[in-house]
């Protein structure tokens, strides 16, 4: 199979594209219920074919312009181009030194520009909603704001897209003078929370778009597949690592953040601190008893204290595995084949110091691209 091409546009601030087809470095990822960034370096030679020389103040404006990233499946079928990235240029800077140097540009996609954005002061919601609804209408709202002279000044280009009916929450004031990323990735980690997205994904190419996902109270994940081919790193004595798609790995197995028993603490009402406390009790006869406490003192809501401390000791009462590992390039499954959220069996042994075959979620990957246009992908994995 042919390696994967990229094709990088620059939107500068008076709404002229500007195509770069040469780069240093590029570099985008994606996280689960997360905004993410981006980042193109280019060279800076004293040369007439320069690549940087096609950009210009406008091109290069922070705050005022964008970039959308493509990839190509195939490099030499331009059929299997898709958008797979998109943001805001929110950070350049310029190293050089006499004619030679390099420039970097840094970018923030949608989610990440709402951690920009604050719930009002005045905002509440005094009556039973659904999750999906209250995420949409602060994002919504907020695109509605105009400045003195009535013009609009909020508007990001996110529209409404999937929203599957899912928990009631009445968070009264709780979200008053948070960012609005905060409040979205907040609803995620509760106990029956909701997985977000907004596009462009490894799967949807359209532009933001704002997705949710609900599978159903007691799910233990709501966005995400079970992606069949596993992933692989497998030494021994036979030397069976033909079989590998995974180049390197980390495994770290972090039983310090282990807890059995979570007590909550939420908000103090009437010099009264709400709280609530979740224990696995068949843990503890296994590993004895560990405590923790968590601190979420915007919350007033009962409910959502129960949920959190729920959610934190599920999580938690197994140990945590966090795994980082590289792909080895054009091996299956290929970019577009999953996304953050879905399911991978990950297959592990190096000689007889420990062999394992387990589950794991997908939370975060990175692409990186470098000068002769490699494609190398890192994943990460961590207990479902």
Do not use: C
Not at 24 to 52: I, Q
Request: hydrophobic share 35%.
């Amino acid at each position: 199979m042919n390696p994967p091409r990229y094709r990088v546009i620059i939107e500068g601030a008076d709404g002229r594209d500007v195509e770069m087809h040469r780069f240093s470095f590029l570099k985008f990822g994606y996280s689960l219920n997360r905004g993410t960034t981006a980042e193109l370096t280019l060279a800076l030679k004293p040369a007439s074919d320069n690549e940087v020389d096609k950009l210009d103040n406008l091109s290069t404006a922070t705050l005022n312009s964008w970039i959308r990233i493509y990839r190509w499946e195939d490099r030499n079928d331009e059929a299997t181009e898709r958008l797979v990235w998109y943001g805001k240029l929110v950070d350049p800077s310029y190293s050089l030194n006499g004619e030679s140097g390099q420039i970097t540009l840094r970018y923030h996609d949608l989610a990440t520009l709402l951690g920009r954005r604050l719930v009002p002061r005045d905002y509440s919601v005094t009556s039973a909603t659904d999750a999906s609804q209250i995420l949409w209408n602060l994002i919504n709202n907020s695109q509605l704001i105009q400045e003195s002279g009535g013009t609009v000044v909020g508007d990001l280009g996110i529209v409404q897209g999937a929203a599957p009916t899912s928990k009631d929450r009445q968070p009264e004031k709780d979200l008053q003078n948070r960012s609005i990323l905060d409040v979205m990735t907040a609803f995620s980690e509760y106990e029956d929370g909701i997985d977000w997205e907004i596009t462009p994904t490894p799967r949807n190419q359209s532009t933001g778009i704002f997705n949710t996902y609900y599978a159903g109270a007691g799910e233990e994940y709501h966005k995400g597949q079970a992606v069949t081919i596993p992933l692989t790193y497998y030494v021994d004595a036979e030397h069976t690592m033909k079989y590998n798609n995974v180049k390197t790995v980390q495994v770290d197995e972090i039983g310090s953040e282990y807890a059995n028993d979570i007590l909550a603490l939420g908000a103090t009402i009437e010099e009264e601190q709400i709280y609530s406390q979740s224990e696995n009790e068949t843990q503890q006869l296994v590993y004895g008893l560990f405590q923790d406490v968590i601190s979420e003192t915007s919350v007033s809501e009962q409910a959502t204290i129960d949920d959190k401390a729920d959610e934190e000791v599920g999580a938690r009462s197994k140990i945590p595995f966090n795994i980082k590992l590289s792909m080895l390039p054009l091996e299956a499954p290929r970019f577009g084949n999953f996304d953050v959220g879905d399911i991978f069996t990950f297959n592990f042994k190096f000689f007889d110091f420990r062999k394992f075959t387990r589950e794991y979620r997908l939370y975060r990957f990175t692409v990186t691209v470098d000068d002769n246009e490699v494609e190398t992908i890192d994943l990460e994995l961590n207990n479902l």
